[in-house]
């Protein structure tokens, strides 16, 4: 029997403002628990919420990233419910006015993943479960997060991660947040159902704890695979919030959603309603960065890069501005290109020093080394050398190539060496009159080792066998 | 009515009595006088003398301002750093916030003297602070009879004269019935014209904190610090009031239009409204002109106040879990039971009663048939004052439909208590600001209060009104003698 997946997914990713969605902590992660909080994020009896502008601002960028509408006029909402990691039972979030609606992802294949509405909301504490007991760690209470709620578009695991690793990307690239999926910047819980072909949808199941891009495929994979079976017997599939577990690779079911939760949802009286302006929406547009994707575009279709090699350093915010300013001064693409991925990765090995970008030379100085081999004073393979060592120090080009490396072949000196080849390789003169042209190979051998690598070829190859004549 | 911060600010400054000697006193009173009224539940004795003396200091250095080194009360919702602050709740027993609220830092930056908390209505919840876990404080005009809620603990040492001024909250009148209640002033300012900061929330769009003193001046004075736009309360609002007590000198009321509604009157007990009526021919005596207004969205008010105050609770009161703070029972299985004993155990009727109104009013299918028309009724009530105020500059009306009930008074249900805010809870859903001041005894020497109310924003208005009425009318409310005296 086969069926088709109907997936929608829900990401929540943690805002990279320095203070929390409604007080001023750190929202720095890590840290001796319960040390970044204070009377609001605690939940204190009388204390109040503040909003953080900073919070809307990048709400609206991250809606803008995706090409969603912003909603001008908005709200906050209570959520209400009883949980230890929530200190006031309640989660101050949007319910029914978010701030962004009516995106979209698009991708590879050119398939549109809609996006129904991004919203604002404050995130909860943290449980820690040890020896027996559970402990509450208020630290990541109120950091703020947006919540990105995709409609049912995907229909297969890996147009299901392919959707999220582009979330990912946009964001990171957007600047609104880091978005790692491991230290839960970033998460994901999925939705599934299948049916038969031409059946109407079934039921769904929601799949939590998904930590990384790959077990999003995984998870869904045997999801699929357990509602297939019990399809099959001739069941139902029951509403479940499910949970992935990479341990043991298995998929289980968390509680039965036979009834949904009443969450109570009212506008939050101690939050105003806020207004964005059209100009200020503009304004936050204008600050958007060219996407991973347009980038990747532009650097294959428009600057004619090999796609492969394009694919190397087009995530990376930090890679492309380098990339980008390189070329903006005059050195060539291709081979500021090659460099990066050659020798500036071998410095930066992990995606998180790609990332990071933690090096100690500036675009300027790899142009200026890189115009010299677009000008062929210098191969490539020594170029490699010089800025091994250049990333090392941190020294200009000019450090390790002096002048007079630079200065030029005269034609006299060039006509001086091919003779030299010519005297020292009588055989091979021989042999290229007798028609073995491949010969002339030890020839240029020759005047290249004699010249350190300047000789031009081509020049070369004039001269020699005109003095060959 | 007297004026006591005034005087008292002169005696400090001249020397003729020293913040500590003066907070003495009142440390003593309380110590005689609290074991009738239980009007404070905790007292700061050793913060209160450390107060003085820091006030002492800023009176000899000549940085002294009318409220430096004189002792007042907090309502025992109103959070100051290291002290009891409990709601008169089980649940919030021993809790001490570590945070002070922003209305405490203003006052004590001033130079305040803070004697200990008083006593309320379990959460702020009620009529006649009988649901206080600490047992009903006393009205001192009659201590058979309940001081009114829920700020009565304020009220009753404010009118025994254990306390020279307090604060209070007012979310459906528990500013200003108390204050009727025992023969004081009660003044409620406009939502957000004082910071929420630290007053611990029953209805967040409701609650004001408020001030209980023996005068109308003393009610000015402590406002005109209070009062200010506070960046840790969004919901405050930034508005020049101008220093309203030095304004009160020239307070007069020729010319002013002055608003009555017959609905404010309608089931209103007869002595009550002679007693009103006779104020506004003070009024019209003197140069007021008398505008008969109508207001039909006034019944309409207190299911719209209820609906809309539990809802507001039923959220707010979803913290108290045995968590962090507060109560906790002595044994539970695991987190769950331990929540649910938790509030089984520390809330009292009243608050529970209240928690599961709002719950219901909010649950999935009822949202729309109650809360959300509650508040799509509040903006008509909202619209029709704004309307009524183009109408005249004031509203006066009666503070309470009666006069203080006896206690334990099994003669009400809960609703026919929650009826007797028919006066008060629409200044509540309004926001607007208003002011009650005694007018005279009733048969049984219970005193009646008058309320006086304005447009968002015009305290200033209603003050001057007030004043010039205490000042000039025969107000037939005594001193109350007892206390510290001046």
Not at chain 1, 17 to 40: L, R, S, W, Y
Not at chain 1, 55 to 83: P, Q, T, W
Not at chain 1, 210 to 228: C, F, G, K, P
Not at chain 1, 401 to 412: M, P, Q, T
Request: proline share 4%; net charge negative.
């Amino acid at each position: 029997m086969s069926y088709q997946l109907v997936c929608g997914i829900e990401t929540h990713i943690e805002l990279a403002t320095k203070t929390k969605i409604f007080c001023g902590c750190t929202t720095q992660f890590g840290g001796e628990p319960n040390t970044h909080c204070c009377p609001v994020c605690t939940g204190q009896p009388g204390s109040l919420p503040i909003l953080n502008r900073q919070v809307i601002e990048f709400a609206v960028k991250a809606g803008l990233a995706v090409n969603c509408k912003i909603n001008n006029n908005s709200h906050m909402d209570r959520k209400n419910y009883v949980y230890p990691d929530l200190p006031k039972a309640y989660q101050i979030s949007q319910f029914d006015e978010p701030l962004c609606v009516d995106g979209y992802v698009e991708l590879d294949s050119g398939k549109k993943i809609r996006i129904e509405r991004i919203h604002i909301e404050e995130d909860a504490g943290k449980l820690v479960h040890d020896g027996g007991y559970t402990y509450v760690d208020y630290n990541r209470g109120g950091v703020p997060l947006i919540e990105i709620v995709s409609m049912a578009d995907i229909s297969s695991p890996e147009e299901a991660r392919e959707y999220a690793e582009k979330l990912q990307l946009i964001m990171r690239n957007v600047g609104v947040s880091d978005c790692k999926m491991q230290e839960g910047s970033m998460r994901c819980d999925v939705n599934i159902s299948i049916h038969q072909p031409g059946e109407p949808w079934g039921t769904r199941t929601e799949i939590k704890n998904i930590n990384s891009l790959s077990n999003i495929v995984r998870a869904m994979e045997l999801e699929m695979e357990r509602q297939e079976d019990i399809l099959d017997a001739g069941d139902k599939v029951i509403q479940s919030t499910m949970r992935y577990d990479a341990n043991s690779d298995t998929v289980y079911v968390l509680r039965s959603k036979e009834n949904a939760d009443d969450y109570r949802y009212f506008p939050e009286p101690d939050i105003l309603r806020f207004y964005v302006s059209p100009e200020k929406v503009e304004e936050i547009r204008a600050t958007l960065p060219e996407l991973p994707d347009a980038k990747l575009k532009r650097y294959v279709d428009d600057m004619g890069l090999p796609e492969n090699n394009a694919r190397l350093i087009y995530k990376y915010r930090n890679v492309t501005r380098f990339f980008d300013d390189a070329v903006n001064e005059g050195a060539g693409a291709g081979n500021v290109l090659n460099m990066i991925i050659s020798t500036v990765y071998a410095v930066l090995q992990t995606e998180e020093d790609k990332e990071n970008f933690d090096i100690k030379i500036t675009s300027h100085q790899l142009a200026e080394l890189v115009k010299l081999i677009d000008s062929k004073k210098i191969r490539a393979n020594k170029a490699k050398e010089v800025l091994a060592q250049m990333l090392e120090s941190g020294k200009d080009v000019t450090e390790y190539i002096k002048a007079e490396d630079l200065a030029g072949l005269s034609d006299e000196d060039l006509k001086a060496l091919c003779q030299g080849a010519i005297d020292a390789n009588p055989k091979a003169v021989e042999d290229i009159k007798n028609g073995k042209d491949k010969a002339i190979n030890v020839m240029f051998g020759y005047v290249m080792k004699n010249s350190r690598g300047k000789a031009d070829v081509k020049k070369a190859e004039e001269i020699i066998r005109e003095l060959i004549k | 009515m007297k004026e006591i911060i005034a005087p008292l600010s002169k005696m400090l400054s001249s020397g003729e009595i020293s913040s500590v000697e003066l907070t003495e006193k009142y440390i003593s009173a309380i110590e005689q006088d609290n074991k009738i009224y239980n009007a404070y539940v905790s007292t700061t004795f050793d913060k209160a003398i450390e107060n003085a003396k820091a006030a002492d200091k800023m009176i000899a250095e000549g940085k002294a301002s009318l409220l430096t080194g004189i002792p007042m009360t907090l309502k025992d919702n109103i959070c100051s750093d290291g002290d009891f602050t409990t709601c008169c709740s089980k649940i919030l027993e021993g809790f001490r916030p570590y945070y002070d609220s922003t209305v405490w830092t203003k006052l004590k930056a001033q130079g305040a003297v803070m004697l200990g908390k008083t006593n309320m209505d379990e959460f702020a919840m009620g009529s006649t602070s009988e649901t206080s876990c600490y047992g009903a404080p006393l009205n001192p005009r009659n201590t058979n009879h309940v001081t009114g809620g829920s700020s009565g603990g304020v009220a009753s040492a404010v009118c025994a004269n254990i306390a020279a001024y307090g604060l209070g909250s007012d979310t459906g009148g528990s500013v200003r019935q108390p204050a009727s209640f025992c023969g004081i002033v009660g003044l409620k300012p406009t939502y957000g014209a004082v910071s929420r900061y630290g007053l611990i929330a029953y209805g967040s769009s409701l609650d004001q904190i408020g001030v209980l003193s023996n005068s109308v001046k003393d009610a000015a004075i402590v406002f005109d610090t209070i009062s200010g736009v506070d960046s840790n309360d969004q919901t405050s609002v930034d508005f020049d009031f101008g220093n309203i007590a030095e304004s009160l000198d020239e307070a007069d009321i020729k010319g002013m239009k002055i608003g009555i509604a017959q609905e404010y009157f309608e089931g209103i007990n007869g002595e009550i409204k002679d007693a009103i009526f006779e104020a506004v021919k003070f009024f019209e005596d003197n140069g007021a002109e008398i505008v008969d207004i109508k207001l039909p969205v006034l019944k309409q008010a207190l299911p719209v106040y209820y609906i809309i105050a539990c809802a507001e609770a039923s959220s707010n009161l979803g913290r108290y879990d045995g968590i962090r703070y507060g109560y906790r029972p002595e044994s539970f299985n695991d987190v769950e039971e331990m929540i649910l004993k938790t509030r089984t155990e520390g809330f009292g009727d009243e608050v529970k009663r209240r928690i599961m109104l709002g719950t219901y009013v909010l649950s999935s299918g009822y949202y729309d048939a109650y809360y959300k028309k509650a508040c799509l009724l509040r903006e008509n009530i909202i619209a029709d004052f704004e309307d009524i105020f183009n109408q005249c500059d004031i509203i006066i009306a009666p503070t309470a439909p009666n006069t203080a009930f006896p206690l334990n008074f099994k003669g009400a249900s809960p609703v026919d208590m929650y009826l007797s805010d028919i006066a008060t809870v629409p200044i509540n859903i309004t926001g607007v600001p208003a002011i009650s001041v005694p007018v005279k005894n009733d048969s049984n020497g219970l005193p009646i209060g008058m309320q006086i109310i304005g447009k968002k924003f015009s305290e200033k208005t209603i003050m001057n009104a007030a004043y010039f009425y205490e000042k000039n009318a025969d107000v037939q409310v005594k001193d109350f003698e007892g206390g510290v005296a001046l």
